[in-house]
C-alpha cells in the first residue's frame, strides 16, 4: 500500500450540550452480553479496495480540557455507557444543518450494553470523528483553499483517511467504553475525545492505547459511578 502522510495542526473546541443527565442504571455482569454475540455486522471500508493509494492525514488536537483525565471526560460528557459496535455506515464530512466539517465523521450503529451515566436508548446512531472517504468525495463540498492543496498531489490518492493522531481503529463486533455527547437540536450522539472516550473492553478489562489494562469495574468505581 502507498502511504501518503500528512501532518495537520488544528484546535477542538468542544461545547456542553444542553440534555439533561439521568440517574445511573444498575450494572450487569458481562456474561449478559453473549446474547448480542449473533447481531449482522457491517463495516463500508470493508467495500473499499485499500489496497493501492491511500493519503493519510493525521491532525494534532488541542483540546480544552485534559481528556487523558477521567473526571474532566465525565464533566464533558453526556453519557458514558459499555457499547457494542455493530456497524460502520459510512464517513461523510458535510451536513446540512453543519456544512463542511474539516474532519469526517464515521456513523454507524452501537448497542448500548451497560448505561453507566446519562439516559440513552438501547441502540444509538454515533457520530464519531475520523474516517476513510474517496478523493472526490473528501473535497466535494470543501473550501476552495483545500481542494487547491489537495488537488496539487501528484498522484492524486484514490482514497483520504483522516483521523486524529494517535487514535484507535473502532472496529464492529468489538465492546468499548464510551464517552458521549448528546446534542438534543441535531439528535445525535457525537462519540468524543479520540481515543480517550472510546476505550476497548476485553474480558472485563479496559484498555487503554498504550497496552495497559485494569478492570472495567475498578474504572467505574474509581472515575464514574462515585462522582
Request: net charge negative; hydrophobic share 35%; glycine share 4%.
Amino acid at each position: 500500500m502507498k502511504k501518503q502522510l500528512i501532518q495537520l495542526t488544528c484546535i477542538a473546541l468542544l461545547s456542553s450540550c444542553s440534555v439533561s443527565m439521568g440517574e445511573v442504571s444498575s450494572i450487569r455482569e458481562l456474561s449478559s452480553l453473549e446474547s448480542i454475540s449473533s447481531e449482522t455486522l457491517y463495516d463500508y471500508t470493508d467495500d473499499l479496495i485499500l489496497d493501492d493509494n491511500v493519503l493519510f492525514s493525521n491532525a494534532e488536537a488541542e483540546w480544552i480540557f485534559d481528556v487523558s483525565d477521567p473526571l474532566q471526560l465525565k464533566d464533558h460528557s453526556t453519557n458514558i455507557f459499555l457499547a457494542y459496535v455493530i456497524s460502520k455506515d459510512k464517513a461523510l464530512n458535510y451536513f446540512e444543518d453543519l456544512g463542511y466539517i474539516f474532519m469526517p465523521y464515521t456513523i454507524g450503529t452501537m448497542r448500548v450494553c451497560e448505561n453507566y451515566y446519562g439516559e440513552i436508548p438501547q441502540s444509538i446512531t454515533y457520530y464519531r470523528q475520523g474516517g476513510i472517504m474517496t478523493f472526490a468525495d473528501y473535497l466535494e463540498y470543501a473550501p476552495q483553499e483545500r481542494k487547491d492543496k489537495f488537488n496539487s498531489l501528484d498522484p492524486h490518492p484514490d482514497y483520504i483517511s483522516d483521523t486524529w493522531a494517535d487514535d484507535i481503529t473502532l472496529e464492529t463486533g468489538r465492546y468499548y467504553l464510551v464517552y458521549a455527547r448528546y446534542d438534543d437540536i441535531s439528535q445525535r450522539y457525537y462519540v468524543c475525545y479520540s481515543q480517550y472516550g472510546t476505550r476497548e473492553v476485553i474480558d472485563s478489562f479496559l484498555l487503554d492505547n498504550n497496552g495497559k489494562s485494569m478492570p472495567l469495574s475498578d474504572y467505574l468505581d474509581q472515575y464514574v459511578l462515585e462522582h
